[in-house]
């Protein structure tokens, strides 16, 4: 009974289809915008769109479609919302900006303590592998809108197969 009601729990299913489909467009957006491209986007934070903000308006409009403007859920929803969406393109953002800097003054660091070209390169390709700090962690506005906009679209879409399968 338990797993029958989850499969059906449309606010929810529309929230993690969001996540996961937002997850895995990062990779071929990236590959479109000639950034570094990799499968490991797909499990990362940061880049277009904004998983977070697409779960979470996902979430919002399935409450809207489902409850209606005047719910109490979709109070509660939006709330949280503007809490994720904030915190996404502010705290989360400043500490990947910090990271940036930190990790270029542990270079300029390092670099001042080697003496000759060899060693130089040696530490260029060992800090290509490996970075300290990460750096993508929040977001843009733009990522955060674009976020928005799936989320909503991946709700629409969901509530559509829903109805058409009969499980709403």
């Keep these: 009974m338990m797993s029958i009601s989850f499969l059906t729990n449309f606010p929810l299913i529309s929230a993690l289809t969001a996540i996961c489909f937002s997850q895995v467009v990062k990779v071929p957006i990236a590959f479109l915008l000639k950034k570094k491209t990799t499968w490991a986007l797909a499990a990362s934070t940061g880049g277009m769109p904004s998983s977070h903000s697409a779960s979470v308006t996902a979430l919002i409009a399935s409450l809207v479609i489902q409850h209606g403007w005047n719910s109490p859920l979709v109070a509660?929803?939006?709330?949280?919302?503007v809490i994720v969406m904030f915190d996404a393109m502010g705290v989360r953002r400043q500490s990947g900006e910090q990271g940036l800097v930190l990790n270029q003054l542990i270079i300029d660091l390092q670099n001042l303590k080697l003496k000759d070209q060899?060693?130089?390169?040696?530490?260029?390709?060992?800090q290509q592998k490996d970075k300290h700090i990460k750096e993508y962690l929040g977001h843009k506005p733009l990522e955060v809108l674009f976020g928005m906009v799936t989320g909503v679209c991946i709700a629409y879409f969901v509530h559509f197969l829903m109805s058409v399968f009969h499980v709403l």
Excluded: H, P, W
């Excluded at 509660?76 to 919302?81: D, L, Q, S, Y």
């Design 76 to 81: 509660i929803a939006v709330t949280f919302g």
């Design 118 to 126: 060899q060693a130089k390169e040696s530490l260029r390709r060992e």
